[in-house]
Structure formats: structure tokens, C-alpha cells
């Protein structure tokens, strides 16, 4: 973590509790193997559930990051995903619909020393919870939001989420769904995150290269996981999953690598005539016309142009890091107007109950 | 205020003003103006302004701003009027009084509006100048009340306020509207010198507040000072009023309003806990100026979080408290109903958080300038499921100060959420405030008391092992190593924390988390009884902002020779433990609230005695003439004797 000046309380009971604990535990734990994140809570997801994959891929890059465990927080909300925090032995809240970035924002805001998380899905993130995701984002908060897209509401047993199908048969929607649903990164980056990725449950390595670039991240990241429900939305990402179908329908973004994907790299990302981004066969333009991935773009309308080439039926579907920019982040700032407004008048309570205009009464 | 209006008593002494004027100075004891005027005028300002002058003097005193909800309603209709009711004593005095002495009408519509609650014989002091056609048509008078004769009740002094306003600016440089706009100062000099305030304090006020413009403060300044000087030379007004100081206990006061107490008191509450206080709250009507004033406190490691929305503002602080600091949030009516599920979560995983409620009329959107009581039942039940919390409840504006003290020790005590009920009235009503010494405050660090040790005994640390004693479960802060632990809203098994579906556990944390709640009583201390003849047999008992009228209204039944004793709650959840056996000593209790009798329902169910509810929702608290015909009411029923009337005609 950061070695900055967090304006974190150098005393008091918060530092002293720290301080203790640190004591008797001699240095703080940081060379951790991924058995050290696991708790002895049985985990409770259906069997082939996506999460699992998920949950291995997390605990297992962590000890890479060289962060201690009680030095991490995952605030989750309700959903399948939001049972996250307790298989995971770390501080964690379990907390309520769609809330978790909110109370993720007051915790970080207030302990910026803490590596924060969000687990989340499609239903608390971006249906009951879509306010406060916009909103963290556009702060840019210190945290990471994992975001589990499986298309559907599980633990409600079945209805069609803000993310599936237009047309999408489900118990809610006998004759399918009217509804449009939200693309997730788009959604993100319309809010101005400075981090957007987007990573497939069952990559590993994809993943695990998109969770640590987030987790290193400096401000919100958001990365959308898509995630298998294999009881009421089984497949639904199989056109990506499937390697005789994945190549041809999958973008890979790599920074500073052109944008050139399917089978022998058929196909290709350029420019089309308004600004945005098109599909084109490789053969048919010049090199030099392949759009060359960028996410440090400052601007995020290049990013946003990416996450518009797919389709609701996964065609064209970019995956790793759309956009990663720096910017200050929420705490930081706040922190200095914290340390800047204590330089100016330190603090002194009697004066401050006094106030400006008093007047006494003799005895 | 007696049956004949002091302010129409003859001069009797005599002093010599310049120009040669006769002018008197008649001694009051009490007075009681109300400034009315479009919401444009600037009436707020101009009472504040009086009230600081008044306290600085060192009058008691209490104030009454009412003001529309919209910001700018059409000028000169009755919808735009917006006042200020100010009530100041040489002696100790409870409420903003129950109807003006003076009304002081900027234009028709303010006259239309107040005109009611002047009592014949009052002074009426308007501005001629806006007794216009237009906007006399306005608010619907076919002829000028002015000249109509339908003022004759009253002592009516016409001034044409804005006219000498302009002509003492004439050279400033302002544009005649910008020039107008500071008929307020006009006026506010004219009552300075009516009053005998000291205006040391309002010149230095306006240099401060207009220092980036100085053109306008020189304005604002002259038209205050020639204000002051009409009063003295006008033939218009013969006779000046002296109040002297109220007498008040040695020490070092202030002019404070119930919003600038709580925030200075959640301030407090963190110093003296040593935590960081964090609020996360949405800009809302009457709780907002909370907001705005912690915002300024920076410099006291306060961080203020304006939230998206009134949810996000308390799932924060559930945040920040989870992390250690002091999670504060802060709202109105409507924002405690979109909070409830959030301040489930903080019952749930018992962890401190001070949730304020500055109350308005509701339901729904409701009034949002005006005052009411009627959250109460929300703030007990308003949740899913068995979800007890405390709740307590301030009495005067200064009591806020005290009460978001009170909050904290027990928030941080008992791991809780904790409800503060203060309301409209309160929030923006202003007393005399004695500042308390720092190191005097209440010292809440024991209150804090974070794990860092594990408690079980394999050496694992039980987030659900109860301190014995309060029945807190330890408060383990990310950061603590070898502390990590998982909490949430599902139901906790005891102890460890865990997830439990286990019927019998549920049950038992149900009446855990209960028991912890009323357990709380014990830390009270006994319940005040006001009887001062100790022979009463009637009680009134309140809670929050009613104390001043109901305490005003005793006074006047004392003086008519009979006994009553009062009770004001400060704990409305848990009651005090010896509540129920003080109150059953009463032939009866009265119960007066603005609200349908939300006390009553709660004292009736947990007592079983029969309270009298008097109830009212008019957006304004009581008066206290109303609230002693109704306590005069009850004891003669139970005693049948007639009581004589009062005869200083309501002082208090």
C-alpha cells in the first residue's frame, strides 16, 4: 500500500488498536500463500457455479499483491456473488442490496491505509445499486468493484436481470423481456472510471492479469466478470467460451498492441467515419488503419467506442483493460483538505464552542 | 405581557433627543416581535441579526423563524411571506411566546398573513411604501387597510421604509432595486433603537459579510444607521423600550441555534472519543445546515461526505464505523424512511452509528419548513423484523449540544445505532447557550475500547462474544491483525458470528439484541420530576422540542395557585426504569405532543395508565395559553375548583 501521507489519526484509539495487534503479532503477515485467505466457512454456491473459478483465481494472485489480510476489506451486497467476503479470511461485510459501494466509499474515505473491495453482480450493481456504482466511480474512490455478470437473478431463483437479453424467457418474463439491458462497461465509463476491465470466469490467466492491474490501480476499478450461473442461465457466454466460436467473437485488448483478432487474426478494429470504431477484415485495410489499443487515453470516448462493438449476443466482444488513467483519488483529496485545513487554524475545541460573538455574565 | 399593551403607556419619563424631541423610555420586562415580510425581504437575516444584537445585550430569549418551502415564491402573495418570531426577557423564559406584541409588515401579504395573531392593542408597524394597488390586489384587500380603518384596533405606525431607504442611499452608486434590498438594515436600525440594541455587532457583521463588496456593505451599513436615526428624530414613534439583562448564571454565553448545537456536539463527541467523526448525508430541509457547518470543521479530522442519495449517506457511516471512525448521519422524515433497511444492517452487525432526525411535517414530502413530532414511531419501529434501537431526543436548541453527546456514549457503549429525534423547531429556533469547558465534556474514550486481542479460547476472536455487563459485542477494526472477521446482515449465530438458520439461535439473538437495548436503562439517571409545591397531582410529561411551551404552561398554572408537575423524556427508547412507577403516582398524565399521540400509544402500552394525549399539527409548536387551558382542564376535573385567572396575563 501507499507509504503516503493518508491523513490517517498518527494517534488515538484507531492507530493504537492497530499498533497493539501489530505488537503482538510481531510484522505485519504480507508473504501469504492462498491458503491463508481461505476461511473455514463451507462455501455454499452450486456445484459448477462460476464462482468458484472465481473465488480460486482471487485467492490464489493475492499473496502476489504483498498486502496484509487485515489490511483488506470486501463489502459485498445480496446476490450469489455477495457471499464472496465470507470464504475469504480478511475483513469483510455482507452488507445489503446494491449498497455495498456506498458503505465501501464511507469505509475508504475514512481509512484510506485499507485495501477495499466490492463484490457485486449484475442485480445489486446495476438494478438496485446502480446509483451508488455511477456514484463511486465518478469519485473515483480507492477501491476495486468486481463485478459478477451472469446475465440473471439466481439467488432469486430465475427472473431476467438488467443485463440479459433483450427477448429473454424467464420466470418474470413468460414472453420474454422487454427490457434493454445496460452494458456494464459502457455504463462505467459513461460514469468517467478511471479503470475498466472485463475478464471471463473460466480465463484464468486473463482474469488473474485483469484483477491485478485493477487491484494496482490508484481510484475506482471496475472490472465486470462474466460469470457462469450454470442452474437458470447455463451457457450463456459460451459463444466466447467456446473455442470453436471464442476467437472469431472475442477482442483482446492489449495496451500498445493492435487491435487484430480471430482465427489468423482475421479480423481487425478501425475507425469508422463519425469517430467511433468499427469491425473490418484484416485483408481488406492497411495496416496502418488497425486501431492500436490505448487505455491511458485521457479521453474516454475511444474506450467507450471499444465497449460498443459488442452486441447483447456477445459478438465482438473486447475482453482485459479498457481504460486505465490516473487521476486523484476521492480520499486523497479529502485527506488534504483534512491536513490543509489543520495547518491553517489547528484545532481547538473551546474555540470552537465559543464561537465568534459571546458575551459573559459575572458572578 | 399584560392586558394593556405597554407600548401604548403613556410616557412618563422624559429625555431630550437631538433635535430637540421629546422621547420616553419605558421599561418592559418581556417583548415579543415578529418581522413579516416577502420571502425576498430578508427577514431570516434581519431577525438573526436582532436576535445576536438581543443576546449580546444579555437578554433571554427564544426564536420562531417560519419561512416558506420555496425559495422565491411570487412576490407579495401570501404563499412568499416569511417571518421571524423573537422573544426576549429579563428573566428566564421557555418558548418564542405565543403571540407578537409587535408585528413589523414589510408588504400586504405579510400584514394579510400575521395580521390574526397580533392582539388588539398591539403595535403594527408597516411599510407604506408597498401598500400599493397592485399589491394590495395582490392578496385580494379591495381598499388599503391603511386607510380603510380596518387597522383601527391596533396602534398602526405607517413608515414609508423603503422610500428612506433609497433617499439614504441617494449617492451610494446602487441601482434603486439593489438599493431597495436594504430596507431590512433600515428596519432593523429603527428597531435597534426601539429596543436599546447594541449595533456594534450588526455593522461589524455586514463589513464581514460583504468584505468582497464593499459598496454594498457601505449600503447595507448607512441604511442601518439611518434606520437607527429616524427613530431617534421621527414624531412617528414618541417612546423607546428598555429590557434589561436577564439575570443567568455566571459563565461565558452564546447565541445558538438547535442545528449549530448538534453539529458542535457530534464535533465534541469525536474529540472526546478520540475518533474520527464521519458523516455521509443528503442536502435535506431542516437537517442540512448540519452539513454545512461539520463541512467546516475539517481542521477537527471531521470528514463530511454529501452522499447521491439519503441511503448512501448512512450505508457510509455504516462504513466509516465498521472502520473505526464515529459514523454520523443526518436527515429528515423522508430520509429516515429511504434509511431504515441500512439502519437494520447497523442493528444487525451492532456496530455504533448516530443516525439525527431533524423531524418536519410529514407524511411524504409533507412541510418541509415546518415543525412537527410525529417520527416518532418510525424511529421506535420503522424497520423489518424485531430491530430495537435507542432513541433519544433534545429539548431546546442548546440541549442539542448535550444530546449528540449523550448519543455517542451511547452508540459507542452498547455498539448501536442510536436515533436522535430533534425536530424543525429546534433545528432553527436560537437560545442563550452556556459554553461548556472542553475538558468538562463527558470523556467517551472508555466508550471505545477496540479489540485487538483474540477473546475465544483457541485463540480465535468471537465478533458476537458479549461484554457481560452492557451485552456489546467487541468492535475489531480492519487494520487489527489477526482480528479478520466476516459481518453482515444475514442473522448471526451467538458467539462466533457465522451465519445461522438455527431457529433456537435466532431466537435467542432476538432477545439478545433486545436486552442490550433495554439494558441501557440502567445507565440512566432517575427521572427529573418538576413540583416545585411537591403536591401535584397532575403530570404532564413531553419529549423533544415541546419542553419550552410545556414548561411555560406549568409556570402559569403555579401562579394561579395550583400544583402540577412536569416531565420531559430525554430517553425515548429505553424509558428511564423508574418512569412507570412516577407515573402511576398521578391522578393523571397528560401527554401534549405535535403528532396524534405517538408518546401516549408508547406510554399507555408499556405503563397501562391512562394518558390524556392533547395533540396538534399545525407546523408550529404549542402555545403555552393553549397548553395551560388544557392542563387547567384536567385538574379541575380532578379536583373541581375553578382556577382564578392568571394575573400577569401569561408571562413566563
Known amino acids: 500500500m501507499s507509504t503516503i501521507d493518508l491523513g490517517m489519526p498518527a494517534d488515538g484509539p484507531i492507530a493504537d488498536a492497530i499498533s497493539a495487534s501489530v505488537t503482538a503479532q510481531g510484522e505485519k503477515q504480507t508473504a501469504l500463500k492462498a491458503k491463508d485467505f481461505k476461511t473455514d466457512q463451507e462455501v455454499r454456491w452450486c456445484p459448477g457455479c462460476g464462482d468458484y473459478v472465481i473465488l480460486n483465481a482471487v485467492q490464489s494472485f493475492l499473496p502476489s499483491l504483498g498486502i496484509a489480510r487485515e489490511d483488506m476489506v470486501i463489502v459485498s451486497g445480496i446476490g450469489c456473488s455477495s457471499r464472496f467476503p465470507y470464504y475469504m479470511n480478511t475483513y469483510g461485510m455482507h452488507s445489503i442490496h446494491g449498497r455495498a459501494p456506498a458503505i465501501a466509499t464511507g469505509l475508504a474515505a475514512s481509512r484510506p491505509d485499507l485495501s477495499v473491495w466490492v463484490v457485486t453482480g449484475d442485480g445489486d450493481a446495476l438494478s438496485i445499486g446502480g446509483n451508488h456504482l455511477i456514484h463511486a466511480l465518478r469519485r473515483n474512490v480507492n477501491m476495486t468493484i468486481l463485478l459478477f455478470n451472469n446475465r440473471i437473478y439466481g439467488l432469486t431463483k430465475g427472473q431476467y436481470s438488467p443485463t440479459s437479453e433483450v427477448g429473454k424467457v424467464t420466470k418474470s418474463t413468460p414472453m420474454g423481456s422487454l427490457d434493454h439491458p445496460f452494458n456494464p462497461v459502457s455504463l462505467a465509463l459513461g460514469a468517467d472510471a478511471t479503470f475498466v476491465g472485463r475478464a471471463m470466469d473460466s480465463d484464468r490467466k486473463g482474469l488473474t492479469d485483469v484483477l491485478r492491474q485493477a487491484a494496482e490501480h490508484q481510484g475506482t476499478a471496475l472490472v465486470e466478470i462474466y460469470q457462469n450461473c450454470n442452474i437458470f442461465n447455463d451457457g450463456a457466454f459460451d459463444l466466447l467460451k467456446d473455442p470453436a466460436t471464442g476467437p472469431q467473437w472475442t477482442i483482446p485488448l492489449e495496451h500498445g498492441k493492435p487491435l487484430v483478432f480471430g482465427p489468423e487474426g482475421a479480423s481487425c478494429v478501425v475507425r469508422d467515419e463519425f469517430g467511433g470504431l468499427r469491425i473490418a477484415e484484416t485483408s481488406q485495410v492497411d495496416a496502418t488503419e488497425i486501431v492500436v489499443h490505448d487505455a491511458t487515453r485521457e479521453d474516454p470516448s475511444y474506450a467507450f467506442a471499444l465497449s460498443r462493438l459488442s452486441s447483447q449476443d456477445l459478438r465482438y466482444t473486447p475482453m482485459g483493460v479498457f481504460r486505465a488513467v490516473q487521476k486523484p483519488t476521492y480520499e486523497a483529496m479529502m485527506a488534504e483538505q483534512l491536513h490543509a485545513a489543520g495547518t491553517g487554524s489547528p484545532a481547538d475545541l473551546d474555540a470552537l464552542l465559543a464561537g465568534g460573538d459571546t458575551w459573559t455574565v459575572q458572578g | ?652
Not at chain 2, 415578529?34 to 436582532?50: E, I, K, P, V
Not at chain 2, 413608515?159 to 439593489?178: F, I
Not at chain 2, 448545537?261 to 443528503?282: E, H, I, K, S, T
Request: contains cysteine; aromatic residues 6%.
Open chain 2, 1 to 652: 405581557m399584560t392586558a394593556t399593551n405597554p407600548h401604548l403607556t403613556d410616557p412618563e419619563a422624559g429625555s431630550s433627543a437631538p433635535g430637540g424631541l421629546v422621547k420616553s423610555v419605558v421599561e418592559l420586562d418581556r417583548v415579543v416581535i415578529r418581522l413579516a415580510g416577502d420571502s425576498g425581504d430578508g427577514m431570516q437575516l434581519t431577525g438573526n441579526r436582532f436576535t445576536s444584537e438581543t443576546a449580546s445585550f444579555g437578554n433571554d430569549l427564544s426564536t420562531l423563524p417560519n419561512f416558506p418551502a420555496e425559495i422565491r415564491a411570487p412576490t407579495g402573495t401570501l404563499p412568499g411571506v416569511s417571518s421571524f418570531q423573537l422573544h426576549f426577557a429579563d428573566h428566564d423564559i421557555m418558548t418564542p411566546g405565543d403571540a407578537p406584541d409587535v408585528l413589523v409588515a414589510m408588504n400586504p401579504a405579510a400584514l394579510k398573513a400575521n395580521l390574526a395573531d397580533l392582539p388588539g392593542g398591539g403595535l403594527l408597524i408597516v411599510d407604506s411604501d408597498e401598500f400599493t394597488p397592485r399589491n394590495l390586489a395582490k392578496v385580494g384587500y379591495a381598499t388599503s387597510p391603511l386607510e380603510d380603518g380596518s387597522l383601527e384596533g391596533w396602534q398602526t405606525v405607517a413608515v414609508p421604509l423603503t422610500s428612506m431607504t433609497l433617499d439614504a442611499l441617494t449617492g451610494s452608486g446602487l441601482g434603486k432595486k439593489e438599493a431597495e434590498r436594504s430596507k431590512n438594515m433600515f428596519t432593523l436600525g429603527l428597531l435597534s433603537w426601539m429596543y436599546h440594541r447594541p449595533t456594534e455587532g450588526t455593522i461589524r457583521f455586514l463589513e464581514r459579510q460583504f468584505r468582497r463588496k464593499p459598496e454594498i456593505a457601505a449600503a447595507n451599513i448607512a441604511a442601518f444607521r439611518a434606520g437607527y436615526n429616524y427613530g431617534e428624530t421621527t414624531e412617528a414613534f414618541a417612546v423607546s423600550y428598555e429590557i434589561k439583562p436577564a439575570p443567568m448564571a455566571p459563565g461565558r454565553y452564546r447565541n445558538i441555534s438547535g442545528n449549530q448545537a448538534l453539529a458542535l456536539g457530534l464535533v465534541a463527541a469525536g474529540q472526546r472519543a478520540g475518533l474520527p467523526l464521519f458523516l455521509g448525508a443528503y442536502p435535506i430541509t431542516p437537517a442540512s445546515d448540519i452539513l454545512h457547518e461539520l463541512s467546516k470543521h475539517k481542521a477537527f479530522g471531521v470528514r463530511t461526505f454529501q452522499a447521491e442519495d439519503e441511503i448512501a449517506g448512512v450505508a457510509a457511516a455504516i462504513g466509516a464505523s465498521f472502520g473505526g471512525a464515529l459514523g454520523v448521519t443526518t436527515t429528515s422524515g423522508p430520509g429516515i424512511s429511504l434509511k431504515s433497511e441500512a439502519i437494520g444492517l447497523a442493528v444487525m452487525t451492532e456496530l455504533p452509528l448516530l443516525v439525527v432526525d431533524v423531524q418536519r411535517g410529514g407524511p411524504s414530502t409533507g412541510l418541509p419548513t415546518k415543525t412537527e413530532q410525529s417520527d416518532l414511531l418510525q424511529a421506535m419501529f420503522g424497520r423489518n423484523g424485531e430491530a430495537p434501537l435507542p432513541v433519544i431526543a433534545p429539548r431546546s436548541p442548546g440541549d442539542c449540544f448535550d444530546a449528540a453527546l449523550e448519543a455517542a456514549r451511547i452508540a459507542l457503549t452498547y455498539r448501536t445505532p442510536v436515533i436522535l429525534l430533534s425536530d424543525g423547531y429546534l433545528a432553527n429556533g436560537a437560545e442563550p447557550w452556556a459554553v461548556p469547558a472542553a475538558d468538562a465534556l463527558p470523556d467517551l474514550t472508555g466508550a471505545v475500547g477496540f479489540a485487538t486481542e483474540p477473546n475465544g479460547a483457541d485463540g480465535e476472536f468471537l465478533p458476537y462474544l458479549r461484554d457481560p455487563e452492557t451485552l456489546a459485542r467487541p468492535w475489531a477494526i480492519p487494520g487489527t491483525a489477526g482480528m479478520q472477521h466476516r459481518i453482515g446482515g444475514l442473522e448471526k449465530a451467538d458467539k462466533t458470528g457465522n451465519i445461522s438458520y438455527d431457529p433456537a439461535n435466532h431466537d435467542l439473538m432476538t432477545r439478545l439484541r433486545q436486552a442490550k437495548v433495554d439494558g441501557i436503562a440502567a445507565s440512566l439517571p432517575p427521572t427529573e420530576v418538576d413540583d416545585p409545591d411537591g403536591d401535584a397531582t397532575v403530570a404532564v410529561i413531553g419529549w423533544g422540542s415541546t419542553y419550552g411551551p410545556i414548561g411555560a404552561a406549568c409556570r402559569r398554572i403555579r401562579r394561579s395557585g395550583r400544583s402540577v408537575a412536569q416531565l420531559h423524556l430525554r430517553h425515548l427508547n429505553p424509558m428511564p426504569a423508574d418512569l412507570g412507577d412516577i407515573l402511576a403516582r398521578y391522578e393523571r398524565v397528560i401527554c401534549p405532543e405535535m403528532n396524534l399521540g405517538q408518546l401516549a400509544l408508547l406510554l399507555r402500552a408499556k405503563f397501562l395508565i391512562d394518558v390524556v394525549s392533547h395533540t396538534q399539527v399545525r407546523g408550529l409548536p404549542f402555545r403555552a395559553a393553549e397548553l395551560a387551558a388544557v392542563i387547567q382542564d384536567v385538574i379541575d376535573s380532578t379536583s373541581g375548583t375553578p382556577l382564578a385567572a392568571d394575573p400577569t396575563g401569561g408571562a413566563e
